[in-house]
C-alpha cells in the first residue's frame, strides 16, 4: 500500500462515528468525480495508442490494471455486473501491453480530460483534499476489498489533480467493494442489479445493455426474478417494494462505509465532498456526461 506524508494545509476534522447522511453525501461526490474517466475520448485515444481500438476490453482492462495481468475470471469476479461475454473480450490486452502501462495511460487520460475541461484547483484546495483523503487511503481496512485494494497498491503520479483522483479512485472502489458483498447478501446478481437499476431511470437500459452486454433471454431472466420478489411489477416498472429494497441496500452499503470515513469524521466528509464538487461540475459543463445524466452511486 501506499505510504502517504500528510500534505500543508490541512483541514481540522473531528474523526470518530460518522453520521450515514455524510456517507452518502461524500460517496455520491467521490463516484461523481471518478466517473469521467470511462466517458472522455482521452481514454480512448490512450488506449488506441496501447494497440487496442475496441472500447469495451479497453475500458475493462483500464480499470483492472491495477490488479495486475490476471486472467480475465478475475476481472468478471471483481466487477460483478457485467456479462461473462463482455469480460472474456479482455482476452489478449495484456499482451498488447503490461499493466503498468495501461495504468500509466490512464493517468495520461485524466489529466489530458482535466486540462481539457479547463479544471483549476489551487493549491490550497488541492493540499486541503489531499489532507482528508490520504487518511482514509492509508488507514482503511482492505479484508475482501479487492478492487481498492489494488488501487492503493499504485504509485501517484507527479500531476498532483491526477494523484488526487487516483486517491479519490480508491474510495470509490472501496465503496464498490462493499457494495457487491451487500447485494449479494440480499440475493441480487450481477444482472439483476443492473435491471434494478435501470428500473429506477437514472440508469439508461440501452447503456447498461451496451456495456454489460446481456443478452435479452439473461435480462428477461432477470426481470422475471424481480417481479416474482414484487421489486417489479409486469411492466418491468419499479413497485414502492422494490423502490424500498434498493433503499435498504444503500443504506446497509452506507453502513459498511462508515467506518472508512471515521478518519475524519463527519465534518471532514462533507468537507471532502465540498472540495471534489468542482472536478464534477467542469465535467458537466463540458458535456460529459450528456448521455448518461448526473452520476449517481449504485
Not at 48 to 70: K, M
Not at 90 to 98: D, E, N, R
Not at 177 to 182: C, K, M, N, S, W
Amino acid at each position: 500500500m501506499q505510504h502517504l506524508r500528510p500534505l500543508p494545509g490541512s483541514a481540522r476534522t473531528d474523526g470518530g462515528p460518522v453520521d450515514l447522511d455524510a456517507v452518502r453525501t461524500v460517496g455520491r461526490a467521490v463516484s461523481a468525480a471518478h466517473l469521467f474517466i470511462y466517458l472522455v475520448p482521452e481514454t480512448a485515444e490512450e488506449a488506441a495508442g496501447l494497440g487496442v481500438t475496441d472500447r469495451g476490453p479497453a475500458q475493462l482492462a483500464f480499470r483492472s490494471a491495477p490488479l495486475g495481468a490476471v486472467p480475465w475470471q478475475v476481472t468478471l469476479a471483481a466487477f460483478y455486473n457485467f456479462s461473462p461475454r463482455a469480460v472474456r473480450a479482455m482476452t489478449g490486452v495484456w499482451s498488447a501491453a503490461p499493466p503498468e502501462q495501461w495504468q500509466a495511460a490512464r493517468f495520461a487520460a485524466a489529466g489530458r480530460a482535466m486540462r481539457r475541461v479547463g479544471l483549476r484547483l489551487t493549491d490550497g484546495r488541492l493540499a486541503e483534499a489531499r489532507s482528508l483523503i490520504d487518511p482514509i487511503v492509508t488507514g482503511a481496512d482492505y479484508a475482501g476489498k479487492v478492487l481498492a485494494a489494488a488501487n492503493a497498491s499504485v504509485a501517484l503520479p507527479a500531476d498532483p489533480a491526477v494523484a488526487l483522483w487516483q486517491q479519490i479512485t480508491v474510495a470509490r472502489e472501496w465503496r464498490g467493494d462493499a457494495h457487491l458483498v451487500v447485494l449479494a447478501n440480499n440475493g441480487v446478481g450481477p444482472c439483476e442489479c443492473l435491471v434494478l437499476h435501470a428500473a429506477t431511470g437514472r440508469l439508461p437500459v440501452a447503456l447498461a445493455r451496451t456495456t454489460r452486454q446481456w443478452d435479452d433471454q439473461e435480462w428477461d431472466a432477470a426481470t422475471t426474478r424481480l417481479v416474482a420478489r414484487g421489486w417489479l411489477d409486469s411492466d418491468a416498472v419499479l413497485t414502492d417494494a422494490g423502490r424500498a429494497a434498493r433503499e435498504r441496500i444503500e443504506v446497509e452499503t452506507d453502513e459498511l462505509c462508515a467506518a472508512l470515513w471515521a478518519p475524519i469524521g463527519t465534518t471532514g466528509a462533507r468537507r471532502l465532498a465540498e472540495l471534489i464538487t468542482p472536478i464534477t461540475d467542469a465535467f458537466a459543463a463540458a458535456g460529459t456526461f450528456r448521455t448518461t445524466g448526473r452520476p449517481d452511486v449504485d
